[in-house]
């Protein structure tokens, strides 16, 4: 306890939860305590209760939301879930932590800033590549002139059946597709090296009838200081790299 603790309630006990948030919040500081998780699947729960010392457990949210007192709240749920558990979070006053995509729509995401800022409370997606080793230094290099202008930016990124991805992840109602569950670090490490977009020049796609599923995009992307990005993304690939 005490003022200096870092109270944090998983939402969320499945893969990325137990083997990248929680390792990383108790590796990076030393005060942090996994206080509650809240998850329907009871034994996901006590799979990551047998590796990390989780205080208490719930089946949604909302009984944590009432029960706990948190710092952080960290969704690592399924993407068309990360909006509604957001906003009950930001509403009850915690800082959140979500998992890539934030949101599946841009006025969802805009929404979810706007509450931050009445509510006084940060809110951070998970997009970690930008925090890597090598892309700070990157960034650090470029900004203090040592390698020139970033004038173009390609990007291919292939995956494998996504059939052997959870369920909901086939449907792109839920998942947002491709663009969203596979290539999301790609565009956004696109976007924080060349800035934001300015307008999307071309793009190409294929969608599988068969499948009911978006398999590829191709896309050339015009950012705001006329550096462009090319996207070459694709699932089903012979085979897979980023």
């Known amino acids: 306890e005490g003022a200096s603790s870092l109270r944090i309630g998983l939402v969320g006990a499945g893969f990325v939860s137990r083997n990248y948030h929680t390792p990383s919040f108790l590796m990076i500081h030393e005060k ?3 206080v509650a998780v809240c998850d329907p699947n009871e034994r996901a ?3 990551l209760k047998k590796r990390y010392p989780v205080e208490r457990h719930y089946s949604n949210i909302d009984l944590m939301l009432k029960n706990e007192k948190l710092d952080i709240v960290d969704i690592t ?3 068309f879930m990360h909006y509604e558990q957001a906003c009950k979070s930001i509403e009850e006053g915690v800082n959140v932590l979500i998992e890539k995509p934030v949101t599946l729509s841009f006025k969802d995401a805009k929404d979810l800033a706007t509450r931050s800022k009445r509510n006084a409370v940060q809110v ?3 997009q970690n590549y930008r925090f890597r080793d090598a892309s700070i230094e990157l960034q650090t290099l470029r900004k203090a002139g040592k390698i020139g202008r970033i004038s173009a930016i390609n990007t291919c990124q292939h995956g494998g059946t996504v059939f052997g991805q959870p369920r909901w992840m086939w449907n792109e109602g839920l998942s947002g597709g ?3 569950e596979n290539a999301i670090h790609a565009v956004d490490f696109n976007t924080w090296l060349l800035g934001p977009h300015k307008r999307i020049i071309g793009s190409k796609s294929y969608y599988d009838n068969s499948l009911n599923l978006t398999t590829s995009i191709q896309a050339l992307v015009e950012h705001e200081n006329n550096a462009t990005s090319f996207l070459d993304l694709r699932w089903f690939a ?3 790299f980023y």
Do not use: D, E, H, N
């Open 32 to 34: 942090a305590r996994v």
């Open 45 to 47: 729960i006590q799979t």
């Open 77 to 79: 749920t399924p993407g």
């Open 124 to 126: 951070c997606v998970m």
């Open 178 to 180: 491709i663009l969203y």
């Open 238 to 240: 012979s085979s897979m």
